[in-house]
């Protein structure tokens, strides 16, 4: 039992900074034991989850006094927000506490992609000497890169991509075209079919909803030119991962990077299994060393002040 409970793993440091103004009860394994979360909750103030706990109508009523949910990360797709909304719980996430570790994800991916060069170690070390196959890299300095979904994520990448002197399209309906977000990093702003025809990589910054899921399914894939590369850091279920399968493996699209999946873990029989010039991982575009702590001390901070307001 604690005022503030935490239910997934946090910074050490973030739950010193917890425990110094609250009783605190910290297992970051909770999540796995829903009956021993329940009852822990049984007092609590307020609680602290990743992606791990779901936060459903079982969890919300063993949890009387719920006034503050902390989300270690930004998607809410485990809350029941409604149901949050309905009890007067305010949720906090640590928004753009990660934007700068997947916006730096993006670039290393479009790098590595338009490159090639780095997955011959193995070969190399034992004596290969594979430079006929892999000469034909690309320089990202003049390529076009294009980002759908201009929002915090997508404006930092902009900000990289300047760096390496590429030319920068936008696509973001709900962003206007007067928004000093364009001039200030350079962007054109164009429509989604423009920008797909006419980049080198495309990289996807959306949340997934109606308007998003499937953005990217066999139609607009057949609409980026045959050397270009995908990467998608926002969300699985914005691409369609067999019309993505089928253009790679036909030689239709360059190469594609993917950090989130339709389902995670991707399960047996996926059609990206055995896809060529195609990277994969798992989910882990926004976790870094310093994104971790900076989501962490970003929650317990946020969650005091919530706590002393309520
Ligand atoms: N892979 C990871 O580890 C990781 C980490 C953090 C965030 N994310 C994901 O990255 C995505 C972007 O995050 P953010 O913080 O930049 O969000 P944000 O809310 O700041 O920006 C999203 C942008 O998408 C735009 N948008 C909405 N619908 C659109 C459409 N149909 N076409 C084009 N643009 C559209 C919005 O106008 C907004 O500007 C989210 O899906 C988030 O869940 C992934």
Same mark, same amino acid.
């Given at each position: 039992?604690?005022?503030?409970?935490?239910?997934? $793993?946090?910074?050490?440091?973030?739950?010193?900074?917890?425990?110094?103004?609250?009783?605190?009860?910290?297992?970051?394994?909770? &999540?796995?034991?829903?009956? @021993?979360?329940?009852?822990?909750?049984?007092?609590?103030?307020?609680?602290? /989850?990743?992606?791990?706990?779901?936060?459903?109508?079982?969890?919300?009523?063993?949890?009387?006094?719920?006034?503050?949910?902390?989300?270690?990360?930004?998607?809410?797709?485990?809350?029941?927000?409604?149901?949050?909304?309905?009890?007067?719980?305010?949720?906090?996430?640590?928004?753009?506490?990660? !934007?700068?570790?997947?916006?730096?994800?993006?670039?290393? !991916?479009?790098?590595? %992609?338009?490159?090639?060069? &780095?997955?011959?170690?193995?070969?190399?070390?034992?004596?290969?000497?594979? =430079?006929?196959?892999? #000469?034909?890299?690309?320089?990202?300095?003049?390529?076009?890169?294009? #980002?759908?979904? $201009?929002?915090?994520?997508?404006?930092?990448?902009?900000?990289?991509?300047?760096? &390496?002197?590429? =030319? #920068? %399209?936008?696509?973001?309906?709900?962003?206007?075209?007067?928004?000093?977000?364009?001039?200030?990093?350079?962007?054109?702003?164009?429509?989604?079919?423009?920008?797909? @025809?006419?980049?080198?990589?495309?990289?996807?910054?959306?949340?997934?909803?109606?308007?998003?899921?499937?953005? %990217?399914?066999?139609?607009?894939?057949?609409?980026?030119?045959?050397?270009?590369?995908?990467?998608?850091?926002?969300?699985?279920?914005?691409?369609?991962?067999?019309?993505?399968?089928?253009?790679?493996?036909?030689?239709?699209?360059?190469?594609?990077?993917?950090?989130? &999946?339709?389902?995670?873990?991707?399960?047996?029989?996926?059609?990206?299994?055995?896809?060529?010039? %195609?990277?994969?991982?798992?989910? /882990? !575009?926004?976790?870094?060393?310093?994104?971790?702590? =900076? /989501?962490?001390?970003?929650?317990?901070?946020? /969650?005091?002040?919530?706590?002393?307001?309520?």
């Amino acid at each position: 039992m604690g005022q503030i409970v935490i239910a997934e $793993f946090m910074e050490e440091a973030a739950v010193e900074s917890l425990r110094a103004a609250h009783h605190t009860l910290y297992q970051p394994r909770l &999540f796995e034991d829903p009956p @021993a979360l329940h009852a822990a909750l049984a007092g609590a103030r307020a609680l602290i /989850v990743r992606n791990q706990t779901r936060v459903d109508a079982a969890l919300l009523a063993a949890a009387p006094d719920l006034k503050v949910l902390g989300r270690l990360g930004v998607g809410l797709y485990n809350i029941d927000l409604p149901a949050c909304q309905a009890r007067r719980i305010d949720v906090i996430p640590a928004s753009g506490a990660n !934007a700068d570790s997947v916006a730096e994800y993006v670039i290393l !991916a479009i790098g590595t %992609l338009l490159r090639g060069a &780095f997955g011959a170690t193995a070969e190399v070390a034992a004596g290969g000497w594979p =430079r006929d196959r892999l #000469i034909g890299g690309r320089e990202m300095a003049g390529k076009t890169i294009g #980002i759908v979904g $201009f929002g915090d994520i997508g404006r930092r990448v902009a900000r990289l991509a300047e760096a &390496f002197r590429m =030319r #920068i %399209l936008g696509h973001d309906p709900l962003i206007a075209a007067t928004h000093t977000d364009w001039t200030e990093t350079r962007t054109e702003m164009v429509g989604l079919e423009e920008l797909l @025809a006419r980049a080198d990589a495309v990289t996807l910054h959306v949340p997934l909803g109606p308007e998003t899921r499937g953005l %990217l399914s066999a139609p607009q894939l057949a609409l980026m030119k045959p050397d270009a590369v995908l990467v998608n850091a926002a969300r699985g279920g914005v691409v369609d991962e067999a019309a993505l399968a089928a253009a790679l493996r036909a030689g239709r699209l360059g190469g594609a990077a993917l950090d989130v &999946f339709e389902t995670e873990p991707v399960p047996a029989g996926s059609p990206l299994a055995g896809v060529p010039n %195609l990277l994969l991982t798992p989910h /882990v !575009a926004g976790a870094t060393v310093e994104s971790n702590a =900076r /989501v962490s001390s970003l929650i317990a901070a946020r /969650v005091l002040v919530a706590l002393a307001m309520c």
